[in-house]
């Protein structure tokens, strides 16, 4: 599995566990929900400053958002 996919896995698996819906988790990080939803697909190549405001978001480090990819 490429890493976009299994990155994207990471966060949709991790945001469910917080109860988020895509939408209500992209606005509370200040990202669009199409956005979002195209990171969690594997469909985007993210940016540091976009991986770091979903750890925020997630209220992880990047180190524990990237574990296991």
Known sequence: MDIQKSFGLRVQQLRKETGLSQEK???????DR???????AG???ISLCNIQKIAKGLNLS?????SGI
């Open 62 to 66: 990047i180190s524990e958002l990237l």
């Open 25 to 31: 988790f992209a606005l509370s990080i200040d990202m």
């Open 43 to 45: 469909k985007r190549n």
């Open 34 to 40: 199409t956005y979002l939803a195209s990171v969690e």
